[in-house]
């Protein structure tokens, strides 16, 4: 449903409206159109743990398997207040999607739990994500369905919902589950995968528009693991950061961030971000976003980028880290604007392509070393980026619906090759 105070699609009609053109574009038959439209399972589960306090409170759950045409779901579990089901189903898709355009052999899923993992303890976390993963256990699996951290979850999250399933099915599983800390199977590389796609992708941008890197501006919107760890790399690669904002606020320097401290404020000293000292003019979490800058690179939540504002953006490149920061609403008003775009399916798809890379691992019981993980990541984002932009150029699309195509065609092929089971 359209928001009523904006006007603007929710996230899972902002992913089926690019999902309409892309499919109306490939030609897509009714029956193909109609299966990949719908998730193939979603459920919900109600998630009852004992708070410290000795009260209980009873949590929602989902986990919503869109796709495993190509090979088992997989995506991220989220902790958040406002998690939804409508939320989790956009994110399920595109996972399939994303998955798709950079050609590893999953589905794709997402999960997620109503609550805010800020007000609750170590000992209530770990109650909720055992429980919400015992409530799953059936359906997960390294064949089936493979979470791995998203929004409030982390590495010490997917070890406790490894832990749960391997009780569960009486066997040590490591696979189930990516993101993992690296003691118990986790891969080299994965903190910082989905940061590190980012920059290549702006380093292929800059490349294709004849730009530098030497002192290019980026502006990053959320200080988490995709915006910390990518504003870190491309700051280390010559980069500079003008802007930085995480749910506390925005900071702006024209004469550049020291990211490596940012970094030790907020997760050394545990400071807020807009006060690091003599990091620049203070600012809102969203004004940060309509600063003039080079490279914009949105990597907080969803919607941040919608029709009452994209006018105000103003750069030459738009990197998506996160999932769904531009509504489809203002879609139109970005292309307008000549910005080159690099959709989230492809911008942000470096987590899950080290995920599928650990997840190898896991089943190899071999371990690469992070240069030999670094690298593949590196030939598979960088060849998705050609195919992609190839695919635009040739069919007078935009990079994201280019993405679209690229990724709906391969699961629909996979699709009619395997045919329908009835
Ligand atoms: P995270 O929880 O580690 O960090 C989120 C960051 O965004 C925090 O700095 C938070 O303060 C900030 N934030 C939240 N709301 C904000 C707001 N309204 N304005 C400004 N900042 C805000 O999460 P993450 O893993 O970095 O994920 C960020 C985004 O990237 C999400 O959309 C997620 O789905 C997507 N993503 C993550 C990965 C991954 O590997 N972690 C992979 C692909 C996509």
Not at 127 to 139: H, K, P, Q
Not at 256 to 266: E, S
Request: hydrophobic content about 40%; overall charge neutral; some cysteine.
């Amino acid at each position: 449903m359209a928001s009523q105070v904006t006007g603007e699609l929710n996230v899972f009609e902002s992913a089926e409206a690019r999902f309409e053109i892309a499919a109306k574009r490939l030609g897509l038959e009714q029956g193909v159109y109609r299966f990949l439209k719908c998730p193939e399972r979603e459920i919900t589960v109600y998630i009852p743990v004992a708070l410290d306090s000795g009260r209980l409170e009873v949590f929602t759950g989902y986990r919503v398997l869109h796709s495993t045409v190509r090979g088992p779901g997989k995506g991220g579990i989220r902790f958040a207040p406002d998690v939804s089901l409508d939320e989790v189903r956009a994110l399920a898709a595109w996972m399939t999607w994303k998955c798709a355009v950079v050609d590893i052999p999953f589905g794709g899923a997402k999960g997620g739990v109503i609550c805010d993992p800020s007000k609750l303890s170590k000992a209530e976390l770990e109650r909720v994500t055992r429980r919400y993963t015992a409530s799953l256990s059936d359906w997960l699996g390294p064949e089936r369905d493979i979470p791995a951290p998203d929004i409030g979850t982390n590495a010490q999250t997917m070890a406790w919902v490894m832990d749960t399933y391997a009780m569960h099915v009486r066997q040590a599983t490591t696979a189930v589950v990516t993101g993992k800390p690296l003691e118990l199977g986790g891969s080299q590389g994965r903190n910082e995968a989905t940061g590190r796609g980012v920059m290549i992708c702006c380093d292929k941008a800059l490349a294709k528009l004849k730009m530098k890197r030497d002192g290019c501006r980026v502006i990053v919107q959320g200080f988490g693991n995709v915006g910390s760890q990518g504003a870190l790399l491309m700051h280390a690669a010559g980069y500079k950061i003008i802007g930085a904002a995480d749910v506390n606020g925005g900071l702006y320097n024209e004469n550049g961030i020291d990211i490596p401290k940012l970094y030790d404020w907020v997760y050394g000293q545990k400071k807020h971000l807009p006060e690091f000292p003599g990091g620049g003019e203070k600012m809102t979490a969203q004004e940060v976003l309509f600063r003039p800058t080079d490279i914009l690179v949105p990597a907080a939540t969803e919607n941040q980028i919608t029709s009452q504002n994209a006018s105000r953006v103003d750069c030459r490149i738009l990197c998506e880290g996160a999932n769904g920061p531009t509504t489809s609403h203002a879609d139109a008003i970005i292309e307008k604007k000549e910005i080159f775009i690099i959709p989230d399916i492809l911008g942000n798809a470096g987590g899950v392509t080290v995920s599928y890379f650990e997840w190898v691992q896991d089943r190899q019981g071999f371990f690469w070393r992070e240069s030999e993980v670094n690298e593949r990541l590196q030939d598979v984002m960088e060849h998705s980026f050609d195919q992609v932009v190839r695919y635009a150029e040739l069919h007078k699309v935009n990079n994201r619906i280019a993405a679209y195509i690229v990724a709906i065609d391969r699961v629909a092929r996979a699709l009619k090759l395997r045919g329908f089971y009835a």
